[in-house]
Each structure stands twice: as C-alpha cells, then as structure tokens.
C-alpha cells in the first residue's frame, strides 16, 4: 500500500495542486512505500505565505514562551525518537541504531536552542559619551528557508531549524524527494510541543520548490545542505536574490595514519567511518592514507574487520543483525557499482570487492556490501569523486608532507582526522591543514551543537557554519541603538551642533 505524502501548510497537510508526484522507496526491498507531491510554484508561494502570515506574531512573542515550546518539542522527540528512527530506515536504509544516532545528533541541537535566552542577550554600554549609552541587540530574520540532503533526513534539518525558530523565525523546510517522511512527522511533533501554526512549514519538492525559496522576496535567508554543484547554485540564486545563505556541499574525507599510530585503533575507525550509514555520510571516510611504512600491515587488518561485516535490512525487528544497510536508490547503488568497476580498470588493487555480497533483506533491495580498494593515485576517478557509498580507498603516502599535500590539493575541505601518537605532529597537522573539521584519533569529527559545523573549499559557499554560535548569529540580525537622556540639573538640553557628533 502507498501513502500521499502532501505539504505542511499553517499546522495540516496541505496537498496543493502539485506539477507531479515522486515515488519513495524502501531501500531495503525496493518496493515503493509511498509517492511525494513535487510543488507547482503556486503551491509554494501558498505555503511561503503561511510562514509570512506566522512570523511577525511568533518573533514578538516572549523568549520564555519561547523557550517552553522548545523544551516540549526536546521531551517529546526523546520520547518517540524510536518512531523516527523507523522511519529514517524505511525511507534512507541505513541501520535503526545508526538511525538512533542521527536522531540523538540533532536533539542535541534542540537543547542548545532551548538556551535561546542566554544567547541573545545582547551587550549595553553606559556612558559611552555625556548622558549617552548603547545597547545592542538580536531579531529575528522573519521567514528562512531550509534546503536538506537525502543522507540525514532529521538531522540536517534540525542542525538548524531549532535555532531558526528560537530566534523567532518561520520556517519553510524543503527536504529530500527521497525521504521526505521524517519532516512531517517532525512538523506533526512541533504542533504537540505547542508550536503556533504557520512557524514551521513543509514544502515538498524538486527544483521548482527550491527555486520558490531561493526567489521569494518574502524568504530572508537560506541553509542548504547537498551536493557542491547544487551549493554553489543554490549560494550564487539565493545571493543575487539578496538573501544571507550559507550552503554546505560534498567533500572527501581523508584520515592519515602515521606509522607511531595504534594500528587496530586506526582500522577500526576507518571501518567504522568508511561504511557507516553505507558510506552515505558528507563525514565518512573515504580515503585513507597510509604513511610508510605501515600500509601493508594497516590494510590487512582493515581487510580482516572488513569481512566480518554484515549488509542487510536494517530496520529494528527484522531479526537481522546488520551493521550496514542498502544504498538510497536504484540508480545511486548502479552509479556507486560503477565506480568500483571505475577503480578496477584505472589499476587499483581491489581488496574487497562489494559487487559480490550477500545480503540478509529484499532481493530487490539495493545492495552493495563494503569495497576496499589499494593503491590508489590522486589521479583516478575513485580518488577525485565524491562516491558517497561503501568504497573505501586507501592511498600511500611516503611522508608526512607528501599527506598533507594531498589534503590539501583536494578540492573539498569538510572533514580529515589523523592517528598517531605524537602530539607534536597532532599539533601541525591542525595547522596544516586547510579543511573545517579536524579529528584527532577521531575519524568523524563532528562538532557538538554548541559549537558550529562547516567544511572548507568546496565543501562550504557563504561565511557560517551550521549550528552553534554562528547559528545564532545566522538566523538573527543585529540592531545597536544609541540613546541620550540629559540631565536637566546638570547643563540645559538642546543646543544647535552642525559638526559631526563627538564623543565628549
Ligand atoms: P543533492 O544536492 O542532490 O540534493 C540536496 C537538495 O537539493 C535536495 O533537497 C534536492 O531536492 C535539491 N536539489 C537537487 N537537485 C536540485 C537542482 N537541480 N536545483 C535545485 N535543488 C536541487 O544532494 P543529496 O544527494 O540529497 O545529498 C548528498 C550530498 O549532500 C553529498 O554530496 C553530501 O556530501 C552532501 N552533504 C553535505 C553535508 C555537509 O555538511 N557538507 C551534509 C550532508 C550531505
């Protein structure tokens, strides 16, 4: 059986007059679950206008309003966080933990945005001249719009919506066509915890729903999340159209291991962070590179934990024990098994080759177990593309400098991690390095909430960082007001002063 999934328009679903209808799939049996209204231009100014409508009452209502709406919405989504979870598996694939993390991932936002008074107190200056003082403060920006990926459907969004709404803006979230469920259920928790209609909107869709957003007068800023060609479109629209806009794109994460490094330590974070989520992560690790002499010692034993890995349904009570789940379409596992064979022919050594798997779930399901590749050059397509599935490459590396290099020729700056030992070399590889998230033994170094997420290069058009204090800043605009009270007693008030006001 399919189910229509509409628009989220002033607290219902709102099903428009949509220009089509995507199909959804279950990754994992390849059925179709369900079909997605693709917006008309009509149907998203409708919804547009709706956050408009709602947006001036919700940015003057009091922070402690405010901020008892978003405790409610944090209370609710730990308690269902399981239901959501279910629902990422079923539309993206990957596995119910790995679905629990992304959730725990954005809560953790949530309750950084349920400190929305502490962050937007602004500073006051007394007496910056005679009888004169300054404040300054935050407002919000009125309507924004967020533009997500496939790969987190609930957390991407929540890296910013929570803060968006707190500084008292209206939201219109446009998520992926692929997995567009877990923003309804969000929308529906919202109205729970109390959220007035209208702040929090759904706009399903493709390029015409983005591009109602990123044209609309009545949108004043955009966060967008995918992939480098669509970011830097979406920056150059939204900008010309005078929005603020902060789009993150693709990368290709590199983790150095140097010969001090514990090498059992290394292996299994590169596991861990080469095919988690199916590698469907923008802070995967899709390359690794071996600093001599440890890498034949360093691939076997990537081998080795490699093999034990189980490619299966992922969702909770199948009775299947997987550690990785399907790829998120047909076409992306095709595109991602081309690659392989891509690697193969450029002279890659292919340890492990996922085109052979047997997976525990549909046979129409789109399987492709864990790839390892040695060998590779900076030349080849498998080194050069951003993959985004299960193929890990490993690169070697003579020195440190020759590693360092490497990272840093990359056109994408997201995120890298190194292993070692040494402190010393821990500490240049921080400086060196010119990517926006460093890990140290960490392979995926994404940054808690209270700090903000973003990548380097290609991997980020615009200045800020999701989340954090440059979410703050972000989602609100500054006023600094200067005022004067005199003080009749001590000299008389008015007086004509042509020049340009002095500070006395
Ligand atoms: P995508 O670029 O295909 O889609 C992202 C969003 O843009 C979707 O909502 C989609 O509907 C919309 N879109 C697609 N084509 C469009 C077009 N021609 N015009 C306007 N809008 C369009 O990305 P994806 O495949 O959904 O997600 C995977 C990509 O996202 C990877 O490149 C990954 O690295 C990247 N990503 C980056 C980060 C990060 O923080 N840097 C995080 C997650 C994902």
Same mark, same amino acid.
């Given at each position: ?73 944090? %209370? ?267 690697? %193969? ?12 798997? %047997? ?45 360092? %290099? ?99």
């Amino acid at each position: 059986m399919t189910t229509s999934i509409t628009h989220w328009l002033d607290g219902a679903e709102f099903r428009g007059d949509p220009k089509g209808w995507a199909d959804v799939t279950n990754p994992a049996t390849g059925q179709v679950s369900g079909r997605v209204a693709l917006a008309s231009e009509r149907d998203a100014e409708q919804v547009i206008a709706a956050a408009a409508k709602a947006s001036a009452e919700w940015g003057a209502t009091s922070l402690a309003k405010r901020t008892q709406i978003l405790f409610a919405f944090r %209370e609710l989504l730990n308690e269902r966080k399981d239901e959501l979870a279910r629902l990422i598996t079923a539309e993206h694939g990957k596995v119910h933990s790995d679905a629990l993390g992304e959730v725990a991932r954005g809560q953790e936002v949530v309750e950084f945005a349920c400190g929305i008074s502490h962050l937007l107190k602004g500073g006051h200056s007394e007496g910056v001249s005679t009888g004169v003082d300054v404040h300054a403060k935050r407002e919000p920006l009125g309507v924004v719009g967020i533009i997500s990926p496939f790969n987190f459907p609930a957390m991407v969004p929540m890296w910013f919506f929570p803060i968006a709404i707190a500084a008292g803006n209206a939201v219109v979230l446009k998520p992926s066509e692929k997995d567009p469920s877990a923003a309804l259920w969000m929308a529906r928790l919202w109205q729970e915890a109390g959220l007035p209609d209208g702040v929090f909107n759904v706009l399903h869709g493709d390029k015409v729903a983005v591009d109602a957003l990123l044209h609309s007068p009545e949108v004043a800023a955009i966060s967008f999340v995918g992939s480098t060609p669509i970011a830097s479109y979406v920056y150059a629209e939204a900008s010309r159209h005078g929005k603020r806009v902060q789009a993150l794109g693709g990368a290709k994460n590199h983790m150095v291991v140097l010969p001090d490094a514990d090498l059992d330590l290394a292996a299994d974070a590169a596991v861990s962070a080469g095919y988690g989520s199916a590698g469907e992560r923008c802070m995967a690790i899709s390359v690794v590179v071996a600093v001599d002499p440890v890498g034949d010692d360093l691939v076997a034993r990537i081998a080795d934990r490699t093999r034990t890995l189980v490619t299966g349904d992922g969702q909770a009570g199948t009775g299947v024990e997987a550690d990785m789940g399907p790829l998120v379409t047909r076409a992306h596992r095709d595109r991602v098994a081309g690659f392989v064979a891509a690697g %193969e022919q450029a002279g890659a050594t292919l340890v492990i080759d996922g085109r052979v798997v %047997e997976p525990r779930g549909g046979q129409h399901g789109h399987w492709l177990g864990p790839t390892l590749f040695d060998h590779v050059t900076s030349d080849m397509d498998i080194y050069t593309e951003e993959i985004f599935g299960p193929v890990l490459s490993v690169v070697r590396a003579s020195s440190y400098a020759e590693a360092v %290099e490497l990272i840093n020729n990359n056109q994408y700056g997201n995120g890298t991690a190194i292993f070692t030992n040494d402190g010393g070399a821990a500490r240049r590889f921080e400086a060196d390095v010119q990517v926006g998230m460093i890990g140290i033994n960490v392979p995926i170094p994404v940054p808690v909430a209270f700090y903000s997420f973003g990548g380097w290069k290609q991997s980020l058009f615009g200045d800020t960082h999701a989340h954090g204090a440059e979410g703050v800043h972000f989602f609100t605009r500054a006023k600094v007001v200067t005022s004067r009270w005199i003080n009749p007693a001590a000299r008389p008030a008015g007086g004509l002063e042509l020049g340009f006001p002095r500070n006395v």
